[in-house]
């Protein structure tokens, strides 16, 4: 008797795997919540410090219970000199990205309730990834360079911080708004990849360090986080607004993706692009240079007019880091710096009313076959 066909939803497209009540994407109205607010009112009213606390906690946070995270954020903020040495030993040319994960998995073999993922754990877990996330992510990146790593200031704000870590130095308030928007857009986006590999693993019992490992690993790939980098490769490229049509229309002729366009949910417009498009014009007026920001429009429009597709976050975010100063090989890490705030609430969502995630697969293979000696094979 032949099974049953059943149907597959290739790449999921489509499936409820579970609820969730940490954000919604709305494709409908192109609209993006978490806890109920939207994104573009939080980058206008908060800050992302207070994102972070919302999405761990539900709530915004007083004034008293945001001076007491951020006491605990600036307190955990060192690495120790054995992960140093880690991130020394790794190769200069090495992605970022892969520094980074090996950063995490090895603060998870040193962290002091390794072996405990009750829910009181896994959130000081999650602080502690928070706050030594940057200091991993910047020294990452001045050992690239040959440059000694910075030791992190407690007296800054998370975002002046992480500025501080990578050049020493804190620029003015508008590089630091733009940036603070970005790490609020970035924060959580539902059952992304990235997002559901870190649920998958902790259904399986693993703790806080195993999730957040296999989260980086999934956001590293161009269709996913690394679009931002892949975004200002394609920038430089292009060269200037001159030059996108005749570009664009090659890379159409080949039937090529075009980075930064696209998305498995939205199909009429990314909730997060018009407020990072807002703060990435802010970052051109401040650099005085507006070339990546024109070349990004005329792409823009020959998209939707030919193709109808819209740009993602990561198309305004790539231009907007590389504004301030950033190498395109720190953006996808940034992202982390970001996303464990969302990461980390789907870990507590998931440990809360875990069921083990493991799906169906249709067997496709040789039929059953019987095992031959080695010497009568071939
Ligand atoms: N450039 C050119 N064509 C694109 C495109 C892009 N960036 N994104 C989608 N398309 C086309 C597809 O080729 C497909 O065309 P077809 O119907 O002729 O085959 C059609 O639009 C539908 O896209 P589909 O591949 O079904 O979308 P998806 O939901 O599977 O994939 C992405 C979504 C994000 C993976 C995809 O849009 C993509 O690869 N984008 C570029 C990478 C990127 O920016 N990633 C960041 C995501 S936030």
Redesign the pocket.
Known sequence: MSEAEPTIYK?L?GVYADVSAVSKVMPETNSLTYRGYAVQDLCEESNFEEVAYLLWHGELPTAAQLAAFQKEERANRAISPALLSVLRAIPKDAHPMDAVRTAVSFMGTEDPEAGDVSDAAQRRKAMRLLAKLPTAVAATNRLSKGLEPIAPDPSLPFCENFFHLVFGKVPQPEVIKSFDVSMILYAE?TF?ASTFTARTVTSTGADMHGAITAAIAALKG???????E??MHMLKEIGGPDKAGEWIHG??DH???????????Y?SG?SRVPTMKKYAEKMAEVVGDRRWMETSRVLAEI?LRE?K?H?????PAGPAYYLMGFDIPMFTPIFVCSRITGWAAHVFEQAADNRLIRPLSQYTGEAQRPVKPIGSRG
């Open positions: 790449g497209v986006h992304n161009p269709l996913h986080g690394g679009a931002n892949a975004v890379k159409f039937k090529a993706l075009v980075m930064g366009f696209g998305h498995r949910v199909k990314d998209m193709k597709i740009p993602n976050l990561d198309f």
